[in-house]
């Protein structure tokens, strides 16, 4: 079985995130079989200060090695996936600081790898998700899917006490649900496990030419 992170991106209201992040979980166990195996892995989980390392995440592990065991431990945790799905808040028209930190904490455990962002926020997180699948896309070089998705908080009470409580109310869930936002998220695992599939075919073709 091929392992695939449920990221969830760091947050000012935690709530919000192990909420929406659950939702997601449930939807994605819905789907047919497959060689997915999908495990929820938090970014708050790793306590992860302001980069503080003594060498660049590229030079590690060819040239140099992490030094603190914060860094150790993402390291080893994200390079044994195969591909990975956020899930991310947006603040202030933006990527939360947390997750940006998190992602820049590490360069050779990205690249080539799939991942898919699904973001939430009063806008669905729409320069949320487009600026980390510019970051993980032209800088990590990973292999970011098309189908993008984006939840919008319901307006009136939940958008409320999504904003001030971290909580993500029944009117959201329900638009969500109308707006055929499960469907797009059981595309976008879809499309991360075609890149797999059609990697597997790559690899095989290569190794019978040797």
């Given at each position: 079985?091929?392992?695939?992170?449920?990221?969830?991106?760091?947050?000012?209201?935690?709530?919000?995130?192990?909420?929406?992040?659950?939702?997601v979980h449930s939807i994605l166990k819905t789907r047919s079989s497959d060689?997915?195996?999908?495990?929820p892995l938090s970014i708050a989980d790793f306590n992860l200060p302001v980069y503080d390392e003594?060498?660049?995440?590229?030079?590690?592990?060819?040239?140099?090695?992490?030094?603190?065991?914060?860094?150790?431990?993402?390291?080893?945790a994200i390079a044994s996936f195969?591909?990975?799905?956020?899930?991310?808040?947006?603040?202030n028209y933006g990527l939360a600081g947390g997750t940006k930190n998190a992602v820049d904490y590490l360069k050779n455990e990205w690249p080539g790898k799939p991942v898919a962002i699904i973001s939430y926020g009063v806008h669905g997180g729409s320069k949320a998700n487009e600026q980390l699948a510019e970051s993980l896309g032209i800088v990590m070089q990973m292999k970011v899917v098309p189908t993008k998705v984006l939840l919008p908080f319901a307006a009136g009470s939940d958008l409320m006490s999504a904003v001030n409580e971290g909580r993500i109310g029944?009117?959201?869930?329900?638009?969500?649900?109308?707006n055929g936002k499960k469907d797009e998220i059981l595309k976008a695992v879809a499309e991360i496990a075609e890149v797999l599939k059609l990697e597997a075919k790559v690899e095989d073709v290569l190794e019978r030419k040797e």
């Open positions: 079985m091929l392992r695939i992170a449920l990221i969830i991106g760091s947050t000012r209201t935690p709530r919000a995130g192990s909420h929406v992040a659950t939702w060689s997915l195996t999908i495990e003594p060498v660049m995440p590229a030079m590690v592990p060819a040239m140099k090695q992490f030094t603190h065991e914060h860094s150790k431990k993402w390291s080893a195969q591909g990975y799905i956020f899930v991310i808040p947006e603040y029944d009117a959201s869930l329900k638009e969500w649900e109308e």
